[in-house]
């Protein structure tokens, strides 16, 4: 199973809402990415887990918190978002936090209004 | 941290012609370069990759680069079709920072029939 998958697909929530998007690879891999991808623009890092290891990208605000229940998962957990954080966001594992190829989940859209 | 630079940001060719796409990075130690396909609406996914240690390398229509002394690496398609317009982004991976990407802002091709 050469995939990563993520749900929702979609997400609209308001501002004082709470939500998660879940991410999950079989494939053995030990390191795990969070993404954030405005329209026609490069993804950007938000958070890698690597060896039970959270890296943060320092810019990134504090409504957004990163989980991995275990080495399958990540979750992303959204609170008080802003509308600027409308985005898709991309999940991605690698075999190991180093020069592998990434692999890419299909994304969860998300608007927030 | 690394720096990426892509161009052209939009390229249209005729079906049948090829298609150069070119970067640029900053940091001499990176070693490793993939290269994404982003069709609207889909997640990233790779089409090739090169390593520090090589300098071209190739894979049916699609060959790779890379000239580190210049510091400079290109995608190469040939006889171009339809399905290749997508957007295309480079990245960049160095030990310097834990080998995350730096993606370069990505390159639009449309392929006309």
């Known amino acids: 199973d050469t995939e990563v998958t993520q749900t929702p697909k979609h997400l609209v929530m308001g501002m004082t809402n709470k939500k998660s998007l879940k991410c999950e690879q079989h494939m053995g891999h030990r390191a795990m990415y969070w993404y954030k991808q405005k329209a026609k623009k490069p993804p950007e890092l938000m958070f890698v887990y690597s060896y039970e290891k959270l890296s943060i990208n320092e810019s990134v605000p504090s409504r957004f918190s990163p989980e991995c229940p275990n080495s399958s998962l990540l979750n992303l957990h959204l609170h008080a978002l802003q509308p600027e954080d409308s985005a898709l966001y991309l999940c991605?594992?690698?075999?190991?936090?180093?020069?592998?190829?990434?692999?890419f989940g299909p994304g969860t859209r998300l608007t927030v209004t | 941290g690394e720096n990426v630079e892509q161009h052209p940001s939009t390229l249209s060719v005729q079906e049948g012609d090829s298609a150069v796409i070119k970067c640029t990075y900053s940091d001499s130690a990176s070693n490793y370069f993939p290269w994404y396909k982003q069709e609207l609406g889909k997640r990233p996914q790779l089409i090739i990759d090169i390593r520090s240690n090589v300098g071209e390398k190739k894979d049916q229509r699609i060959a790779v680069t890379l000239n580190k002394t210049a510091k400079h690496f290109s995608l190469h398609i040939t006889e171009t079709q339809p399905e290749d317009s997508a957007v295309y982004f480079c990245a960049a991976s160095t030990p310097n920072t834990g080998n995350q990407f730096y993606f370069g802002t990505g390159t639009s091709l449309t392929v006309i029939p």
């Open positions: 991605a594992s690698s075999q190991g936090f180093g020069a592998y190829e990434q692999y």
